[in-house]
């Protein structure tokens, strides 16, 4: 590197915002788009709009030159032409390849290059009916280009559903091999030579490595809160490149839904909607003539390197502090899409979330960090499911306080949970946010779901099950980046463990005894009997009453963090009788327990237990998981509590 390059990018590590001299340019070169600010070039095919390259601090291309040019930086998604239910796979996958190519800025400041299909409806048979707008930015003095995508249809055009959307990087594999999404949550990756060589496993994503170790790139996602920033390192340590995310507004379903993020590959993923640990039902769904647009995004895609070797852990503060730049120029002024909305075309809304739950104390309480939220007009906890629309989020003070900053235009519900509390808010009144509005809500009150005292309660009301034990895994099935941590539950086979630690009966809890930090399995998986034959599974909750009230009503809520293809009955005192005090009936597509998840959706059921069928003294409820369709079947827990009847 010349003395001067180093200068530049040591300069930029250093955060003084070097910029580069030369500005912007474009370039056209073999049909390629070449945008160039003299710190990186980056190629975009003409006019498909895939990225084919990114040239930086010398090194001629930092994706897999392997690759064919479409396989290397991509828009995708996958879709059926229907709105109707759609239950085999995941649909048609279109990678999307662009027909018509635009400049839609060219100054020393900023190159905006847009990449757009149109659909024909005489092709509509071969591609979704939607029009998709691909942009990519570059910026002066930026080490990375930003990117973004706008769909459109219009009224008349068939129907559609759409699984997910996303754009993925894939980078050079002998260049990149240390993945990093977390900080808790980095190693050195395999190769895809290593997966090719490795046993399948239960499924296609997971394979047994020559090394022993398990690989499977459901065991990196991540919640949308939490997903701001992942990449690679290079395997001299001098380089690194990263997705980054400064707002999760245009992501579906909400803070909560998980996403894929980097795997092996070397592969990145900024994924914006996805039907993985909700299910295919909850695809983007269009009716016939249902006209519809959003945009998605821009995120960042960022390179930055150090002098030297051995700087992993710099290059990934570098990254955060990057990503904290981002979120702090969120939204963005570049974007040339009136699409895109600027600040002042934004709105906000505040207020103050209060909890009031007698039970717990005579005087309302703050809902301190709860989670606050605007999506589209719907039901109470209906945010969970929703991916049409825009959704924004933030976290209350300890005093119960919320605002929610720009807003896009447009009406919304409020919704939010708390956590310790079960159940979901839903704020009576629609929001209606307009440019510059601030719309003050004042106090507002949640009452949580509650008939009557606590008798006794399992778990922490936190809508996931990482409290409850988690086992080892067996260990020729391991993935030793989570070993000895808190999240055991992405290791492989977990579902095979259940019945490994309860070979002779199920699981019994015996309340004021058992711990279920210790004893309550985090999911109620179903029993193996041999290599195809499973059977269900009945825990046992055993606690004593000191008196039952007579002629009265108890409640049971049981709230549960994920269900897959299965069925909760509950019954009492009475294991055999054929009809359950309560069924859920078949519930859940989520798939969780398979995708190494803690929770997929958020599920709550409050049961009436009349007290004839309670008794003085010892009582017990079973909870039987019937469904065995696969190994895959079963229930998750959050929180569980017996109330007595009120005022008792």
Same mark, same amino acid.
């Given at each position: @590197?010349?003395?001067?390059?180093?200068?530049?990018?040591?300069?930029?590590?250093?955060?003084?915002?070097?910029?580069?001299?030369?500005?912007?340019?474009?370039?056209?070169?073999?049909?390629?788009?070449v @945008?160039?600010?003299?710190?990186?070039?980056?190629?975009?095919?003409?006019?498909? !709009?895939?990225?084919t390259?990114?040239?930086?601090?010398?090194?001629?291309?930092?994706?897999?030159?392997?690759?064919?040019?479409?396989?290397?930086?991509?828009?995708?998604?996958n879709?059926?032409?229907?709105?109707?239910?759609?239950?085999?796979g995941?649909?048609?996958? #279109?990678?999307?390849?662009?027909?018509?190519?635009?400049?839609i @800025?060219q100054?020393?400041e900023?190159?905006?290059?847009?990449?757009?299909?149109?659909?024909d409806?005489?092709?509509?048979?071969?591609?979704?009916?939607?029009?998709?707008?691909?942009?990519?930015?570059?910026?002066?003095?930026?080490? !990375?280009?930003?990117?973004?995508?706008?769909?459109?249809r219009?009224?008349?055009?068939?129907?559609?559903?759409?699984?997910?959307?996303?754009?993925?990087?894939?980078?050079s594999?002998?260049?990149f091999?240390?993945?990093?999404?977390?900080?808790?949550?980095?190693?050195?990756?395999?190769?895809?030579?290593?997966r090719?060589?490795?046993?399948?496993l239960?499924?296609?994503?997971?394979?047994?490595?020559?090394?022993?170790?398990?690989?499977?790139?459901?065991?990196?996602?991540?919640?949308?809160?939490?997903?701001?920033?992942?990449g690679?390192i290079?395997?001299?340590?001098?380089?690194?490149?990263?997705?980054?995310?400064?707002?999760?507004?245009?992501?579906?379903?909400?803070?909560?839904?998980?996403?894929?993020?980097?795997?092996?590959?070397?592969?990145?993923?900024?994924?914006?909607?996805?039907?993985h640990?909700?299910?295919?039902?909850?695809?983007?769904?269009?009716?016939?003539?249902?006209p519809?647009?959003?945009?998605?995004?821009?995120?960042?895609?960022?390179?930055?390197?150090?002098?030297?070797?051995?700087?992993?852990?710099?290059?990934?503060?570098?990254?955060?502090?990057q990503?904290?730049?981002?979120?702090?120029?969120?939204?963005?002024?570049?974007?040339?899409?009136?699409d895109?909305?600027?600040?002042?075309?934004?709105?906000?809304?505040?207020?103050?979330?209060?909890?009031?739950?007698?039970?717990?104390?005579?005087?309302? @309480?703050?809902?301190?960090?709860?989670?606050?939220?605007?999506?589209?007009?719907?039901?109470?906890?209906?945010?969970?499911?929703?991916?049409?629309?825009?959704?924004?989020?933030?976290?209350a003070?300890?005093?119960?306080?919320?605002?929610?900053?720009?807003?896009?235009?447009?009406?919304y519900?409020?919704?939010?949970?708390?956590?310790?509390?079960?159940?979901?808010?839903?704020y009576?009144?629609?929001?209606?946010?307009?440019?510059?509005?601030?719309?003050?809500?004042?106090?507002?009150?949640?009452?949580?779901p509650?008939?009557?005292?606590?008798?006794?309660?399992?778990?922490?009301?936190?809508?996931?099950?990482?409290?409850?034990?988690?086992?080892?895994?067996?260990?020729?099935?391991?993935?030793?980046?989570?070993?000895?941590?808190?999240?055991?539950?992405?290791?492989?086979g977990?579902?095979?463990?259940?019945?490994?630690?309860?070979?002779?009966? #199920?699981?019994?809890?015996t309340?004021?005894?058992?711990?279920?930090?210790? #004893?309550?399995?985090?999911?109620?998986?179903?029993?193996?009997?041999?290599?195809?034959?499973?059977?269900?599974?009945?825990?046992?909750?055993k606690?004593?009453?000191?008196?039952?009230v007579?002629?009265?009503?108890?409640?049971?809520?049981?709230?549960?963090?994920?269900?897959?293809?299965?069925?909760?009955q509950?019954?009492?005192?009475?294991?055999?009788?054929?009809?359950?005090?309560?069924?859920?009936?078949?519930?859940?597509?989520?798939?969780?327990?398979?995708?190494?998840?803690?929770?997929?959706?958020?599920?709550?059921?409050?049961?009436d237990?009349?007290?004839?069928?309670?008794?003085? !003294? #010892?009582?017990?409820?079973?909870?039987?998981?019937?469904?065995?369709?696969?190994?895959?079947?079963g229930?998750?827990?959050?929180?569980?509590?017996?109330?007595?009847?009120?005022?008792?």
């Amino acid at each position: @590197m010349s003395s001067s390059l180093f200068l530049l990018f040591f300069l930029h590590w250093l955060g003084l915002g070097v910029s580069s001299s030369s500005g912007v340019h474009l370039h056209i070169k073999n049909n390629h788009a070449v @945008m160039d600010n003299g710190i990186l070039q980056v190629s975009v095919s003409i006019p498909q !709009g895939f990225v084919t390259g990114i040239q930086y601090n010398g090194v001629q291309n930092l994706l897999e030159v392997q690759n064919k040019e479409n396989n290397r930086g991509y828009w995708d998604h996958n879709y059926w032409t229907s709105s109707e239910n759609y239950n085999s796979g995941n649909g048609e996958f #279109d990678r999307i390849e662009s027909t018509n190519y635009t400049v839609i @800025m060219q100054t020393e400041e900023q190159v905006e290059l847009s990449f757009t299909r149109i659909w024909d409806p005489s092709l509509k048979y071969n591609l979704p009916p939607l029009n998709v707008d691909k942009r990519f930015v570059m910026l002066r003095g930026s080490s !990375g280009f930003y990117s973004y995508a706008i769909y459109e249809r219009f009224q008349g055009w068939p129907g559609l559903q759409l699984f997910n959307n996303r754009m993925i990087i894939k980078l050079s594999q002998d260049k990149f091999r240390y993945m990093v999404i977390s900080d808790n949550r980095q190693r050195e990756m395999p190769t895809l030579q290593d997966r090719e060589k490795g046993r399948p496993l239960a499924y296609p994503e997971a394979v047994l490595l020559p090394s022993g170790e398990v690989d499977d790139k459901y065991q990196y996602s991540m919640d949308a809160k939490n997903i701001g920033v992942h990449g690679w390192i290079s395997t001299d340590s001098t380089v690194g490149i990263w997705q980054i995310l400064p707002s999760s507004e245009s992501r579906s379903f909400g803070p909560f839904k998980q996403f894929l993020t980097s795997h092996t590959g070397p592969i990145s993923i900024n994924t914006f909607h996805s039907t993985h640990y909700v299910g295919d039902q909850f695809a983007i769904k269009f009716e016939q003539g249902e006209p519809w647009k959003k945009i998605f995004g821009p995120f960042f895609v960022y390179v930055n390197s150090l002098p030297g070797k051995g700087n992993r852990q710099k290059l990934w503060e570098d990254a955060n502090k990057q990503f904290m730049t981002e979120v702090k120029n969120w939204p963005y002024k570049f974007p040339a899409s009136k699409d895109f909305l600027s600040s002042d075309q934004r709105g906000s809304v505040s207020g103050r979330l209060l909890v009031e739950d007698r039970y717990v104390s005579p005087r309302k @309480m703050p809902a301190k960090v709860a989670y606050v939220g605007l999506a589209a007009p719907g039901t109470v906890g209906s945010w969970q499911t929703e991916c049409k629309g825009y959704q924004f989020w933030t976290v209350a003070n300890e005093a119960g306080y919320f605002s929610i900053k720009n807003v896009r235009i447009g009406s919304y519900n409020l919704y939010a949970w708390v956590p310790d509390f079960i159940g979901d808010y839903q704020y009576e009144v629609v929001i209606n946010v307009s440019a510059g509005s601030a719309t003050k809500i004042g106090n507002i009150i949640y009452n949580p779901p509650r008939d009557g005292p606590t008798l006794w309660e399992i778990g922490i009301p936190d809508r996931s099950a990482a409290e409850f034990y988690v086992p080892e895994p067996n260990p020729k099935y391991i993935n030793k980046l989570y070993l000895n941590t808190t999240e055991r539950f992405r290791q492989y086979g977990l579902w095979d463990r259940y019945a490994e630690l309860h070979p002779n009966g #199920d699981l019994v809890y015996t309340l004021g005894v058992s711990d279920y930090r210790k #004893d309550w399995y985090f999911a109620q998986n179903i029993r193996k009997k041999d290599i195809n034959t499973y059977e269900g599974t009945t825990w046992q909750i055993k606690f004593r009453l000191d008196n039952v009230v007579n002629n009265a009503t108890y409640k049971l809520r049981l709230a549960l963090a994920t269900a897959q293809a299965a069925e909760l009955q509950v019954r009492v005192n009475s294991p055999a009788v054929p009809r359950p005090l309560f069924s859920s009936g078949l519930i859940g597509k989520e798939n969780t327990i398979a995708r190494h998840g803690i929770h997929g959706l958020y599920w709550l059921f409050n049961v009436d237990v009349p007290s004839s069928v309670l008794k003085k !003294g #010892d009582n017990i409820i079973f909870l039987t998981q019937p469904r065995k369709l696969d190994a895959f079947v079963g229930l998750m827990y959050d929180y569980i509590r017996l109330e007595a009847p009120p005022n008792s």
